[in-house]
C-alpha cells in the first residue's frame, strides 16, 4: 500500500491578489493541505496574515487548513483561528509559558494540535505531552521568511521524531504526523521522505513555479513532487 504523503503548499508565497484561485489552483493540481504562515514581527522578524485572511479563504476550499503560529504569544490568537476555520494549529513550545494548557486549548477548540520545532530546538518538549498532539513539524530553515535553503542536519532530526512518533503509535494506536517544512522542492523530497516525513509544506517551490507564465506550472511541479514521494 502507497505511504499516504501529503503535501502542503505554504500561502506565504502565493499571489495574494488572487489568493482564493491561487489555493483552487493547487488544490486541484493535487494538494493536500492549506498550510498558512503565520508571524508577528514579535517572535519572528516578519509580519504576515491573521484570522481574516483565515475566514474569507475558509468558503474557497473544503480542505485542510493547518495554521502555523509564529507569534508570542499564542494562547489569545488560537481560539480566533478556530472560529475562522482552521483544522490545525500548530505552535512553538517556546511562545508558550504553558505548553499543555496551549495544546488543550487548541483541542478544546475543535482543532487538531501541534508543536513547531525550530532547527535548534531539542525534541524533549513532545517527552509530556505526546497524548495532546496531531503534528510534529519540524523547520527545516529558521522560521521568519519564505525562500529558504533546507539546512540538511534536519534529516537526523527527522529520524528521531520518526522513532518517537512510531513508539508512540505502536503503544496507543493513535496517528500523529510528521510534517517538514523549509526549502523543501523536487530535488530533495524524497530524501526527506526516506528520513521519516509523510507531510511536506512548500511555498516557493510551488507558487514560484513558472512564476505566472506557465497555466499549468502547479501540475508540473506537484506532479514532479508526487514522482519523487513515488520512489519512496
Given at each position: 500500500m502507497a505511504k499516504p504523503f501529503r503535501i502542503a503548499p505554504s500561502i506565504l508565497s502565493a499571489n495574494f491578489a488572487k489568493l482564493?484561485?491561487?489555493?483552487t489552483d493547487v488544490i486541484t493540481s493535487g494538494a493536500d493541505i492549506v498550510h498558512f504562515d503565520v508571524m508577528d514581527n514579535h517572535y519572528v522578524p516578519n509580519l504576515t496574515i491573521g484570522?481574516?485572511?483565515c475566514e474569507a479563504i475558509r468558503p474557497v476550499t473544503d480542505a485542510?487548513?493547518?495554521v502555523h503560529l509564529?507569534?508570542?504569544p499564542?494562547?489569545?490568537i488560537i481560539p480566533d483561528f478556530a472560529k475562522a476555520g482552521a483544522n490545525i494549529i500548530t505552535f512553538h513550545p517556546e511562545a508558550s509559558d504553558h505548553i499543555d494548557r496551549s495544546l488543550s486549548l487548541?483541542?478544546?477548540n475543535g482543532c487538531k494540535s501541534g508543536l513547531v520545532f525550530n532547527p535548534a530546538t531539542p525534541l524533549s518538549y513532545l517527552d509530556y505531552v505526546m497524548d495532546k498532539i496531531d503534528m510534529v513539524l519540524l523547520m527545516s530553515v529558521n522560521p521568519g521568511f519564505g525562500g529558504q535553503k533546507f539546512i540538511p542536519g534536519t534529516l537526523d532530526k527527522l529520524r528521531e521524531a520518526r522513532a518517537r512518533i512510531d513508539a508512540y503509535t505502536e503503544k496507543t494506536g493513535r496517528e500523529i504526523w510528521l510534517e517538514i517544512d523549509g526549502g523543501v522542492n523536487p530535488s530533495n523530497i524524497a530524501e526527506?521522505?526516506?528520513a521519516g516525513a509523510d507531510t511536506f509544506v512548500?511555498?516557493?517551490a510551488v507558487f514560484g513555479a513558472g512564476k505566472d507564465t506557465d497555466p499549468n506550472r502547479y501540475d508540473t511541479v506537484i506532479g514532479a513532487l508526487r514522482a519523487e514521494l513515488a520512489k519512496v
Open positions: 482564493g484561485q491561487e489555493i484570522p481574516l485572511v485542510i487548513i493547518d509564529m507569534v508570542k499564542v494562547d489569545r487548541i483541542r478544546d526527506i521522505a526516506r512548500a511555498g516557493s
